[in-house]
């Protein structure tokens, strides 16, 4: 178990850029997580894929933001023309769904970013 | 949608002391996870207790899904123990995400 991989660890960038995060769950898990969390609360949902298909997504997910699961394993999530607001730790979590049972959601250490 | 919260939302304590973190929720939940928040922001899974009482160590947790409150307990804190801990809620009507509480912050002194 070599646990859920993100990259990068950190990302500075000016306002109206856009940026990519990449997220490598637990390679036996089929379910894939979004969260982001900002200074001071807990993390708040995003987006889930179960294997490439995106099953839900929160109405905090605007316009600019995408994500993908093209082959069900990796997962990116693109923020374009970001905005000040968009500072924020990006978290990803993955679990193992099976026979209607939903296993623990296991996280990676995130990506902060910081627009300028 | 269901409300998660988490008392206190910061505690000091004393290098030893032990602890008791709670969580309420308001509807019921087929799942509940709490997690500690390192000082460098990652998540670490302590115990996936929809209900029940289990035991890790100086970490201990109860859930009461009836009464819609979990519990955990810290004994014997070490500075190490510091951090943010939250529990997480997955509600009957989604399957798929869970619901963070604002956390309590623990700081433990030397």
């Known amino acids: 178990d070599t646990g859920v991989s993100q990259d990068p660890r950190h990302k500075i960038t000016k306002r109206g850029q856009n940026v990519t995060f990449r997220c490598d769950p637990i390679?036996?898990?089929?379910?894939l997580y979004w969260y982001r969390q900002t200074l001071g609360q807990g993390p708040e949902f995003l987006t889930y894929f179960q294997n490439e298909a995106q099953l839900e997504k929160s109405r905090l997910l605007s316009d600019r933001f995408s994500a993908e699961r093209p082959k069900g394993s990796f997962s990116t999530l693109e923020i374009q023309r970001t905005e000040q607001g968009d500072s924020a730790m990006y978290l990803c979590?993955?679990?193992?769904?099976?026979?209607?049972?939903?296993?623990?959601?296991?996280f990676g250490d995130g990506t902060r970013l910081s627009i300028l | 949608g269901i409300q998660v919260e988490q008392s206190p939302p910061d505690l000091i304590l004393q290098e030893g002391a032990n602890s008791t973190l709670r969580c309420n929720f308001s509807d019921s939940v087929n799942n509940l996870q709490w997690f500690h928040q390192n000082p460098w922001g990652q998540l670490i899974n302590l115990f996936y207790i929809p209900s029940g009482t289990k035991q890790n160590g100086r970490l201990s947790a109860t859930t009461v899904a009836t009464e819609r409150y979990s519990l955990l307990y810290i004994s014997s804190s070490q500075t190490t123990d510091s951090g943010v801990y939250f529990c997480?809620?997955?509600?009957?009507?989604?399957?798929?995400?869970?619901?963070f509480g604002s956390g309590t912050r623990l700081s433990i002194r030397p």
């Open positions: 997480a809620v997955r509600v009957y009507s989604s399957a798929s995400k869970i619901i």
């Open positions: 390679s036996e898990h089929n379910r």
């Open positions: 979590a993955s679990s193992l769904y099976s026979r209607n049972i939903n296993q623990p959601q296991h």
